[in-house]
């Protein structure tokens, strides 16, 4: 008749659906001594966890204070990044600028330079023109 309740119990227990009076019950029964053949199995179970329950942790821990170094490092690496990044930002926005008006000063020149060949050969087509007036005034 026990039996039958301690194995109502168990199946209640591996469900997790006991109380806390129904798992006292069961390791009360576990720990005694005389368990049911069929139920021998559990003991072992029940006597660790009873077993466990009593172990204690006796090292001594030491609670040494924390040093806040390492979060003031944190806090200037990230103040050298964020400084970084906006005067690098900055410099970029000037060296673009910088590129840009060499660009077009190199554009500037060459179309100079171009323009100067186009006057040169519209000096040749003058003189061209000169030089062919003065052959209709005599004709």
Known sequence: M????IEKLLEKYFEAITTTAEEKELKDYFTQGEVASHL??????????SAAKEERFTRQVSLKTKRYIYQWISVAAVAVIAFGL??????????EAEYAYQE????LSLLAE??????????????????????????
């Open 2 to 5: 026990e039996s039958d309740r």
């Open 40 to 49: 021998e199995q559990y003991a072992p179970m029940f006597t660790y966890f």
């Open 86 to 95: 906006f005067f690098g930002k900055e410099y970029q926005e000037q060296k």
């Open 104 to 107: 077009t000063r190199k554009a």
């Open 114 to 139: 171009n323009l100067d060949r186009g006057t040169e050969k519209v000096a040749y087509l003058n003189e061209f023109e000169v030089a062919k007036q003065k052959i209709y005034k005599n004709n």
